[in-house]
């Protein structure tokens, strides 16, 4: 078909799609508008019967109206006669059959008369039994008629309607009883009524509206679709029944209270609603309007659409044969010149007269030049793109193949159709040896679950490392690791990739690091052997110390001056070797990362007068001099004070040490960031801006011994010294400086040591000036002291030891306490409710109730919470102590100076408080008694937290001297004890333990215990003081 043709076919067929269009609108249009007059007159209709259906239904309401008047008479004059039958004693038989005739003979077809709970026991229908309920939902018809039984209504009437029994139509009418409370009830068979209600009117208005032609037939219905009346045209079969979809449609006029017109198929179908009187939807009608009328016009108006539609495709059949013929000539030989440019790739000469055009045709030979143009530059750089492919290829094939891991290229069984040269290095094969073999031959047994999985797995990402052992040429097995990548979806590639990479050296760099763990593991024991032991180590020597001390007192008061210095030996052998247990302690600490730092701010120069007055005798006891040069603006440090402090001592100790007739220089400085040498080697030599990170500086020289290189190189390994002939003339243990080097490492910082044999040495210790701590620390609020009452305090000591009990005990009363124990935290709260000690000694360990427990039974005590607990205990654990309400914290062993000194802080006069001592150790108990007991107080001591929770209960202390690590009832127990009785919670405790207190202890101890002491480190004086401190911050307004 040539274009002249195409362009005939494409105008007729426009033309006759737009008459088609046209004429169907215009007959849809007409055929709308005589449907929709259609539809108002059948809206008028339908209106006009549904007033008429309401004016008919009137008649029957006022029969129902009447017949309701003549029931309730009937039911009235039942209720009578029944009240007089029953006075006459007549038997409810003689009753019924009365009813029964008074039934023949009336309207009245059943009679029900009930008793005070609703039974009907009088009816004309004897066969049947019924009883009346109020549940609407059981009786919905009867129990409307239960008012009359309660006496709130007198005459219930109710409509005609369908029985709950059975389908028949009743009326019931009820009146209450005139001699007492009951139900006397008429019934009436209405289907009369019902009969009158759907015929009086209805199919006579209803016939005279159906003509036939146009209201082919009508339908009148109630609420429940019920016919009320019908006329139907002969013939129309169809409307003889109403339909589900009719009946929904009904359903939805009656629901929404509004009129619908449908057009369902020939018949056009009006609803209307029925209102009745009490203006609600009674029912509704239906009109069925026949549509013929309808399509007999559109008829008519189709035939004259249809001549003037054949004139106008006969004017655009002509109109489209010249416009054929002028575009048509153009386009010929536009084709031509396609045609000659597909054979000689160069466009003809008559190409450009129709690009001169200036319509459409001239706009297409331009377009076709620039698409030549087009097709030439894509040519060449389609050339172009095959070369960078071709290099591209190149580049990756030399990437994989001088890659040192082997490529493999397998299909989903395991078949190779690739292998890279990497495999000659790996495995020992050539790679085209391996074509065309299973994978699997080459790998292990063990590892063919593992290969089965790498070649199943069907997703299109990267799979999870997989070890693989495989075998090499030579029969050797090597590790492999294995990643592969599923590639069966891309055509290019068409397989599982396989990347395998030697692991050989990294398993055996595994191996060595868990034996390392394995070692590290093994050093942590240890480490946390020798703290336990430590911590047991120290009950004995606090006993130790403090009977020594006391013996001393003993002495010169007794004049026997021969055995002071065999005393004091005694006790400087006991201070010495609880020098080196905590050395030992620490040392532990730090290597099973329990050491904890508990920063404070300081001020550096009193702390370094405070260092060389401490060191100043061992000094001079070498006959050498010390030279001490403290720079301008070194300001406060925030660090661990105590650290620093034990950094300096052990420094100048042992210059002092190993130099004799010398002079030992101490030098502190303080360094901005760009002073700090190790800050600048930190950032390969750039010094940094001015910052707030300052350091401290602390320089020891001596002019002793010196060290050769190879002993700088041990002087900080633990259990080291220069050489065994250095142990033997100068002792020690070897630790203080590998102690030293991890407190300072701990705190940020580090020691240096330059030195030469004969020479001297010099260490340089480099501290931040603030400490970035690792937790924050938690120290007990400090109170202010006070005057002492001349009244001697009572001391509590509650401690499962009674060595302990008879030291305190001693201790306290030489000091003027009066002291009270107790063995068991019970016994302990007991003495405490009794005596009310002025504070309480409380140790940890304790059987049944521990320290803590009985710590915190006293705090939750009202009467017992005001007394000062100090805990006195083998545990170091200040925070846990704290936490539980302990008053003070001290560890064994400790000294009766610093027991002393809490004791005295809690107490704010010499006579009258009383304090509870609990603590397990015997020594340790009898040692703080005697201390706190000597000063004025009352003591009474417990030998764990249980006895001392007892004491509590009849004992109302000032204070609470609680040691932590104790059986039955630790510190813990004791303090959680206290803390949950209410008369107990306001009890001062002072923990005074042996134990290791770490930042854990001492979160379960802070705010529940007001110091933490340790046993041995704390003086007698310390222990009176924090007393004190405690009951004078108790009696103060």
């Given at each position: 078909m040539n274009l002249r043709s195409r362009i005939l076919l494409l105008v007729t067929s426009l033309l006759v799609t737009t008459l088609a269009v046209t004429a169907g609108v215009l007959t849809w249009g007409t055929r709308q508008s005589i449907l929709a007059q259609q539809s108002k007159d059948g809206l008028l209709m339908a209106q006009f019967l549904a007033r008429m259906v309401r004016f008919a239904n009137r008649v029957p309401r006022d029969v129902d109206d009447l017949m309701g008047e003549q029931m309730v008479v009937q039911a009235t004059l039942a209720s009578h006669l029944v009240a007089i039958a029953e006075q006459a004693g007549m038997s409810p038989t003689d009753i019924n059959a009365r009813l029964q005739a008074i039934a023949d003979t009336t309207v009245v077809d059943e009679f029900w008369i009930t008793d005070s709970q609703g039974n009907a026991y009088l009816r004309n229908l004897t066969t049947v039994n019924f009883s009346f309920s109020p549940d609407p939902q059981k009786q919905p018809q009867a129990s409307q008629f239960w008012p009359l039984l309660e006496g709130k209504q007198a005459v219930v009437v109710q409509q005609a309607r369908q029985r709950e029994i059975d389908d028949r139509i009743f009326k019931y009418v009820g009146v209450a009883?005139?001699?007492?409370?009951?139900?006397?009830?008429?019934?009436?068979?209405?289907?009369?009524?019902?009969?009158?209600?759907?015929?009086?009117?209805?199919?006579?208005?209803?016939?005279?509206?159906?003509?036939?032609?146009?209201?082919?037939?009508?339908?009148?219905?109630?609420?429940?679709?019920?016919?009320?009346?019908?006329?139907?045209?002969?013939?129309?079969?169809?409307?003889?029944?109403?339909?589900?979809?009719?009946?929904?449609?009904?359903?939805?006029?009656?629901?929404?209270?509004?009129?619908?017109?449908?057009?369902?198929?020939?018949?056009?179908?009006?609803?209307?609603?029925?209102?009745?009187?009490?203006?609600?939807?009674?029912?509704?009608?239906?009109?069925?309007?026949?549509?013929?009328?309808?399509?007999?016009?559109?008829?008519?108006?189709?035939?004259?659409?249809?001549?003037?539609?054949?004139?106008?495709?006969?004017?655009?059949?002509?109109?489209?044969?010249?416009?054929?013929?002028?575009?048509?000539?153009?386009?010929?030989?536009?084709?031509?010149?396609?045609?000659?440019?597909?054979?000689?790739?160069?466009?003809?000469?008559?190409?450009?007269?129709?690009?001169?055009?200036?319509?459409?045709?001239?706009?297409?030979?331009?377009?076709?030049?620039?698409?030549?143009?087009?097709?030439?530059?894509?040519?060449?750089?389609?050339?172009?793109?095959?070369?960078?492919?071709?290099?591209?290829?190149?580049?990756?094939?030399?990437?994989?193949?001088?890659?040192?891991?082997?490529?493999?290229?397998?299909?989903?069984?395991?078949?190779?159709?690739?292998?890279?040269?990497?495999?000659?290095?790996?495995?020992?094969?050539?790679?085209?040896?391996?074509?065309?073999?299973?994978?699997?031959?080459?790998?292990?047994?063990?590892?063919?679950?593992?290969?089965?999985?790498?070649?199943?797995?069907?997703?299109?990402?990267?799979?999870?490392?997989?070890?693989?052992?495989?075998?090499?040429?030579?029969?050797?097995?090597?590790?492999?690791?294995?990643?592969?990548?599923?590639?069966?979806?891309?055509?290019?590639?068409?397989?599982?990739?396989?990347?395998?990479?030697?692991?050989?050296?990294?398993?055996?760099?595994?191996?060595?690091?868990?034996?390392?763990?394995?070692?590290?593991?093994?050093?942590?024991?240890?480490?946390?052997?020798?703290?336990?032991?430590?911590?047991?180590?120290?009950?004995?020597?606090?006993?130790?110390?403090?009977?020594?001390?006391?013996?001393?007192?003993?002495?010169?008061?007794?004049?026997?001056?021969?055995?002071?210095?065999?005393?004091?030996?005694?006790?400087?052998?006991?201070?010495?070797?609880?020098?080196?247990?905590?050395?030992?302690?620490?040392?532990?600490?730090?290597?099973?990362?329990?050491?904890?730092?508990?920063?404070?701010?300081?001020?550096?120069?009193?702390?370094?007068?405070?260092?060389?007055?401490?060191?100043?005798?061992?000094?001079?006891?070498?006959?050498?001099?010390?030279?001490?040069?403290?720079?301008?603006?070194?300001?406060?440090?925030?660090?661990?004070?105590?650290?620093?402090?034990?950094?300096?001592?052990?420094?100048?100790?042992?210059?002092?040490?190993?130099?004799?007739?010398?002079?030992?220089?101490?030098?502190?400085?303080?360094?901005?960031?760009?002073?700090?040498?190790?800050?600048?080697?930190?950032?390969?030599?750039?010094?940094?801006?001015?910052?707030?990170?300052?350091?401290?500086?602390?320089?020891?020289?001596?002019?002793?011994?010196?060290?050769?290189?190879?002993?700088?190189?041990?002087?900080?390994?633990?259990?080291?010294?220069?050489?065994?002939?250095?142990?033997?003339?100068?002792?020690?243990?070897?630790?203080?400086?590998?102690?030293?080097?991890?407190?300072?490492?701990?705190?940020?910082?580090?020691?240096?040591?330059?030195s030469e044999p004969g020479q001297g040495s010099t260490f340089t210790m480099h501290l931040p000036a603030a400490v970035r701590p690792v937790a924050a620390p938690l120290t007990p609020a400090t109170q202010e002291s006070p005057p002492v009452s001349s009244q001697a305090p009572l001391i509590l000591v509650i401690d499962d030891d009674p060595t302990a009990h008879d030291l305190m005990r001693r201790f306290l009363e030489k000091e003027g306490f009066r002291v009270q124990t107790a063995l068991t935290p019970q016994e302990g709260l007991q003495r405490a409710k009794q005596e009310r000690p002025t504070a309480i000694t409380l140790d940890v360990i304790m059987p049944q109730v521990d320290g803590w427990a009985l710590l915190s039974a006293f705090k939750s005590d009202p009467d017992l919470a005001e007394i000062p607990i100090v805990m006195v205990t083998i545990m170091d654990d200040y925070c846990r102590g704290y936490a539980l309400g302990a008053a003070d914290y001290l560890v064994k062993p400790i000294e009766r100076d610093r027991l002393l000194k809490v004791l005295r802080k809690h107490c704010s006069r010499a006579q009258g408080n009383h304090i509870l001592l609990v603590e397990d150790d015997p020594a340790t108990r009898d040692l703080v008694r005697q201390t706190l007991e000597k000063e004025g107080f009352t003591v009474t001591a417990a030998t764990n937290g249980r006895l001392a929770l007892d004491i509590l209960e009849t004992l109302q202390p000032d204070l609470v001297v609680l040691d932590l690590m104790m059986p039955e009832v630790d510190g813990f127990g004791f303090v959680a004890a206290v803390q949950q009785r209410e008369a107990w919670r306001s009890l001062p405790i002072v923990v005074l333990t042996a134990k290791d207190v770490t930042v854990e202890d001492r979160l379960r101890l802070n705010g529940y215990v007001q110091q933490i002491l340790e046993k041995g480190a704390c003086t007698r004086e310390e222990l009176l003081l924090q007393i004190q401190t405690l009951l004078a911050a108790k009696i103060s307004p």
């Open positions: 009883g005139v001699d007492k409370p009951r139900i006397v009830q008429v019934g009436f068979a209405a289907a009369l009524l019902n009969r009158i209600r759907n015929q009086v009117g209805l199919e006579r208005l209803a016939d005279q509206l159906v003509d036939g032609t146009t209201v082919v037939a009508v339908r009148v219905v109630d609420t429940q679709l019920r016919n009320l009346a019908r006329s139907i045209t002969a013939g129309q079969r169809q409307v003889a029944s109403l339909t589900d979809q009719d009946a929904q449609r009904l359903q939805t006029v009656i629901r929404e209270q509004q009129n619908l017109v449908v057009l369902d198929g020939d018949l056009l179908k009006v609803m209307v609603p029925i209102w009745g009187d009490d203006n609600q939807v009674a029912g509704a009608t239906l009109l069925y309007l026949s549509t013929e009328p309808l399509k007999q016009a559109l008829w008519r108006d189709m035939g004259r659409m249809a001549i003037a539609s054949g004139a106008i495709l006969a004017i655009g059949l002509a109109a489209s044969l010249l416009l054929a013929s002028r575009v048509t000539d153009p386009v010929a030989r536009l084709t031509q010149s396609a045609t000659a440019l597909a054979t000689t790739q160069e466009p003809p000469d008559s190409l450009a007269q129709v690009a001169h055009r200036h319509d459409e045709l001239g706009v297409l030979a331009q377009t076709f030049q620039q698409m030549m143009a087009a097709v030439r530059d894509r040519e060449l750089s389609l050339h172009q793109a095959k070369e960078e492919l071709r290099r591209s290829e190149e580049y990756f094939r030399a990437l994989i193949e001088n890659a040192s891991d082997v490529v493999f290229l397998v299909n989903p069984e395991g078949r190779l159709h690739y292998a890279s040269p990497a495999v000659t290095g790996v495995l020992g094969y050539a790679a085209d040896a391996l074509l065309d073999r299973l994978l699997a031959d080459l790998v292990a047994l063990d590892s063919q679950p593992a290969l089965q999985a790498l070649l199943q797995q069907t997703a299109t990402v990267v799979s999870r490392p997989t070890e693989l052992k495989l075998r090499r040429q030579d029969g050797a097995w090597v590790t492999l690791e294995a990643i592969a990548h599923n590639l069966l979806e891309n055509p290019a590639i068409n397989g599982i990739i396989l990347n395998l990479r030697d692991i050989s050296e990294r398993k055996r760099a595994e191996a060595f690091q868990l034996e390392k763990e394995s070692a590290e593991q093994a050093n942590r024991a240890k480490s946390q052997f020798l703290a336990n032991m430590s911590h047991e180590l120290r009950t004995p020597l606090n006993a130790i110390i403090g009977y020594s001390e006391m013996l001393q007192e003993e002495a010169a008061d007794l004049g026997q001056a021969d055995f002071i210095p065999d005393l004091e030996r005694i006790h400087q052998a006991g201070k010495h070797l609880l020098t080196l247990i905590n050395d030992i302690l620490d040392l532990s600490k730090i290597e099973a990362g329990r050491m904890d730092l508990y920063l404070e701010t300081f001020d550096v120069r009193a702390l370094v007068q405070e260092v060389v007055s401490t060191v100043a005798p061992l000094i001079a006891k070498n006959h050498n001099r010390l030279e001490v040069h403290c720079a301008d603006g070194l300001g406060s440090m925030h660090a661990d004070q105590t650290k620093v402090r034990q950094n300096l001592l052990n420094l100048l100790s042992n210059a002092a040490k190993f130099t004799e007739h010398g002079t030992i220089t101490l030098t502190v400085e303080r360094l901005s960031a760009t002073e700090n040498p190790r800050a600048a080697n930190d950032l390969g030599g750039h010094l940094p801006e001015p910052t707030e990170d300052d350091c401290l500086r602390f320089t020891v020289s001596d002019t002793g011994i010196g060290m050769t290189q190879d002993q700088q190189a041990r002087v900080f390994q633990a259990f080291t010294q220069a050489d065994a002939s250095t142990t033997r003339k100068y002792g020690g243990t070897g630790l203080g400086l590998a102690i030293a080097q991890r407190f300072c490492q701990m705190m940020g910082g580090e020691i240096e040591v330059v």
